[in-house]
């Protein structure tokens, strides 16, 4: 007496499973795909738990340029301490939270650590001389990006203006109107403005506008 499945093709299902048990050498592909699996997501983490590691208030201080320099300026003001105890250390300000723009900061980061094998900024003297174009390319990127970091704590959706003082009113109610961002106002907040500052300023916003006004 025949089976009624002879000759019939096996489902596309036991096919698939076939597949997954036919062995490949000595492994079969399906523990090649599982071993890959669980593989890529420990690469994965670690990864991530190097990435996070970069991002923490010890690693950049691990440079003595940052730590001998603008971290003490940092030290004292607002975004250090406070009446709320709520801190914004370097990468709160620095780098971005969303991780498209975290991994084009850190190969943007590749070329300060070129600087830091140079030696470029390893002594105070280097450091001042190079410190408007220091900031200025701070500013630049800060204004590029809207004062991305800046509004991970700060947003004028969230200001209730009647709890601030009469001029921080007036400037916060003319910025939202006028479509200016954070860094427009607040330079020098946690670190000591450099020399020429306020030319590069007005330099700064006269090319910004003008490249902006073409477009």
Known sequence: MSNDTDGKQPSLMCQAWELL???????????????????????????????????????????????QNVYREYRGTIHDQNRSG???????????????????????????????????????????????????????????????????????????LSRQQKRAQIRHDEAAEEGKTCIDCHKGVAHKLPDGAFNAEREMNETWNAVHKKK
Request: hydrophobic share 40%; charged share 25%; aromatic share 10%.
């Open 21 to 67: 048990r036919k062995p490949t050498g000595r492994w079969s592909l399906g523990a090649i795909l599982i071993v890959g699996f669980a593989t890529g997501i420990m690469f994965w983490g670690g990864f991530n738990w190097a990435m996070e590691l970069t991002n923490t208030e010890a690693f950049c201080l691990s440079c003595h340029e940052m730590e």
């Open 86 to 160: 709520v801190r914004a250390t370097c990468p709160d300000c620095h780098v971005p939270k969303p991780w498209i723009y975290k991994m084009k900061r850190k190969i943007q980061a590749s070329n300060e650590v070129l600087h830091k094998i140079l030696g470029s900024i390893d002594t105070r003297e280097k450091f001042e001389a190079k410190r408007l174009d220091l900031a200025k390319n701070v500013w630049l990127a800060m204004k590029e990006t809207d004062s991305r970091e800046c509004r991970n704590c700060h947003t004028f959706s969230a200001f209730d």
